[in-house]
């Protein structure tokens, strides 16, 4: 493999698909701190803290209130601050998985409607660099772009929620910034990305394959066919079932298959394959980090992440083969 | 190496459609070679085999490579304007150099931007912003700073208007060739490529018509401006074609004919001269547009 060469497919990937892979998750990394941020800024300037507070029914002043506040309960609001708010980027990852469906389905078929095909295979780039490349995109590119906008999000946000505390009365600030979790999690989502990848592949690998295969549509076909398909099963073992007394049970089959097929690419997809452990539902306060990293990657020794990734990789490859003779228009 | 392009039997179906039907060919190097057909003719389909873009059946050899099977190593060694506008329209002048610089190991930068520079095209100027004329000089810069051993262009000037044609033709004959290369080129603007081919080859229903260097067709075919009294001597002797210019008789011969008059007898018709190859073009395809 040459990496030069590849380095600039991958460039070549991010200016076509500027608009989408950057632009987009970066205004609405901006809209989330600017909407977030300035409703928790705006509630402090024209409300200010409140007053008085209560607690179990007992009305204490705002100044009581932050001076009762336990140092073991600061400590405890710290640790929920460090650990819980990248979640504040959420909705990055929501819109990183539009943004990666769309583009794999585009990434084969719109330099056949193009033409440009004609032009990229004038140069001496193979069919497997180039699908690729635009895997590699979309499997790793997008989510480190998402990933780093979500944490600056997340982060200026943070920053927001300390002043807000601070001017409530709760200094809590120096004890966030001291909390080893503000630093582990986006090294976490760094780290789940090898997670993301074999989970992903199945998703990306049908789309290519679709997006080489078809002639026009593809995003119908890359839809359509699966649901079609699903349709159908449900329709044969209804009518089977009509006629055998046992159950066929073909239906949650297939239904796994179409739901990796096509949601692959959202991440943490995978938590939904794996049985969660019963720890996490004991954290009343939201999915604790570090075990959510933990049983993702657990994720990766259930048989059925590799099966979708090596049929991921084989669809990969049918495209490779299918790129070297599909003509252009 | 001395055929940088060879075929045999070389045959292409388009299901029922014989698009290519089995021909022969060979290109030696430090030719310029005119591949020359009306619409349909095949003209297409056998670059497009040479260059690996489609499935073909009998044999192609391209620089000694097979196109089927060889085409990541071949494309080392080749290049090629495969049609007008097919850069994306996304793409940035500086980065399409950058990207030809980043993956061509014979790109030469200096080259395009010095051709570049003697254009209205700007560095960050995006496709989509460009003439049609634009988009060309774009791509033929690109593709001049890159060494091929051989260059086939495909209609590379289909739809610009004449400066542009011109020119295209006069950075590609004056900056790019030497002994070393060859060029292909296919079009159907016959009279714009004739003084800058050595070789033609006349392609009809997917065959082989007419395959020779432009010395041998100078050699072959005469033109007479046949005086009136001479007409009917001069029909006897089966011209190939015959048009009426300010009401004399324009024929064209084929001296290599079976039966075909030599040439002095035909310069006893008249005022005799070589046939243009668009007059040639036009009398070897007749038929295939009725």
Redesign the interface.
Known sequence: MNT??M???I??EL??NKGSMFWAPTIVAALLVLLVGGTMVYGMAVHGAPGIVHIDGQAMSRGAFAAAMPAEMQLKLAKLASGMYIAAGAPLFIIMSFVVFFYAVGALYD?RR???I??W??????DGMTVLSKAVTALCVAPVISIALATVASLILLGFAMIAMAIGGIHIAGSILTQPDLYLQPLRLVGLIPVYVVWALPSIGWLLLVSCWARTKPFLWAVGVPLIALVLVKWISYTLENFSSAPLNIMPVAQEIVARLLGGIVPGIWLSFVPIPPEMHEHVRGPDMGLLFEASWMSLATAGAWIGAVLGAAMIFGAIRLR??R?EG | MNAVLSAKGLSKRYGKRVAVDGIDFEIPAGRIVGLIGPNGSGKTTTLKAALGLIPFDGQLSVLGFDPRTQRDDLMQDVCFIADVAILPRWLKVKDAIDFVAGVHPRFNREKAERYLALTKLKPGMKVKEMSKGMIVQLHLALVMAIDAKLLVLDEPTLGLDIIYRKQFYQNLLEDYFDEHKTIVITTHQVEEVEHILTDLMFIRDGRIVLAASMEEIGERYIEVMVSQDKISAANALQPIDRRTVFGKAVMLFDTAAPGGAPRQQLAALGETRNPSVADLFVATMKGSYA
Do not use: A, G, M
């Not at chain 1, 295979?121 to 193979?126: D, E, I």
């Open positions: 030069t060469t380095k600039w497919l460039r070549r200016w076509e330099e193009d033409r440009s004609l032009f295979k004038s140069l001496p780039v193979s070297r003779w003509d």
